[in-house]
């Protein structure tokens, strides 16, 4: 059940030109949180004029008592919490939604776009699974490409792609994530896909994961408003166990889902 929490941020970073870590002193947060999930921040200055604004989680450590925050300056809302500092407090709600499940079968692949890195940066720390979880992760330059060093220090291999060829690969991320894929089928060996990034890449892994009969986990990014499931805005089809399809609000029935019950416009 979600719940408000009075939040202190610690720490307050830039990563790269448009991009900033948040972290937070969030106790009953950091203990309740699942990877996948998000939080409704209120930001300050702006609680008469906008609702909350949602985000995904970078990490949550119930043991320091810490959540972090990963986020882009996008607009009003980024651009006003871009200028709170260490000490200020921040009214945060969560957690919301319903995130990736914690084991996989084989090798997760875990499949990135720009800063849909952050939820599949808090799945890495926690996921059980039979082999060792591999990152593809691709942007439109190298600037684009974020956190790379924190997958490296959990022991994950990194696979970067980039449009212009700043680095890794030149092209899509997929190139990479078909070379493996390809691999791993002819060796016989078991894989999950996991995915968080812009609609266009989201589609790309959900087929992939029809493809190979495998379990595919989408993270859906749709415009949330309320975050509780009253507005009805971030709808996405689903099919349901008896062919019909249903408006599901990602929100509350996502942001996760299976790649085999998406429906796709």
Not at 39 to 54: D, G, K, Y
Request: charged share 20%; with cysteine.
């Amino acid at each position: 059940m979600a719940f408000d929490e009075a939040t202190t941020i610690k720490t307050h970073t830039a990563m790269g030109a448009d991009y900033n870590v948040l972290v937070l002193a969030a106790p009953r947060l950091a203990a309740a949180l699942a990877p996948g999930q998000f939080v409704h921040v209120r930001i300050p200055r702006l609680e008469a004029s906008a609702l909350r604004r949602p985000f995904s989680v970078f990490d949550a450590d119930p043991a320091t008592g810490e959540v972090s925050i990963l986020y882009k300056k996008v607009g009003r809302g980024t651009a006003a919490l871009a200028q709170e500092a260490a000490g200020a407090t921040l009214n945060v709600m969560g957690p919301l939604g319903f995130g990736f499940p914690l084991k996989a079968k084989g090798v997760p692949l875990l499949v990135a776009g720009g800063f849909g890195v952050a939820p599949l940066h808090f799945l890495a720390k926690r996921i059980a699974s039979d082999g060792k979880p591999i990152l593809f992760v691709g942007g439109r330059t190298k600037a684009d490409l974020l956190a790379l060093e924190r997958f490296a220090a959990l022991g994950i291999e990194c696979r970067v792609s980039t449009n212009d060829g700043s680095s890794g690969t030149k092209g899509f991320v997929t190139g990479p994530l078909d070379e493996a894929i390809a691999e791993l089928r002819a060796r016989g060996e078991a894989f999950e896909l996991f995915t968080c990034g812009p609609d266009g890449l989201l589609k790309a892994v959900a087929a992939r994961a029809l493809e190979c009969n495998v379990p595919g986990w989408i993270s859906m990014d749709r415009h949330m408003i309320c975050g509780v499931g009253a507005c009805f805005a971030c709808i996405q089809k689903i099919r349901q166990p008896n062919g019909a399809i249903y408006n599901a609000r990602c929100c509350v029935n996502g942001p996760v889902f299976k790649a085999k019950d998406l429906v796709w416009d």
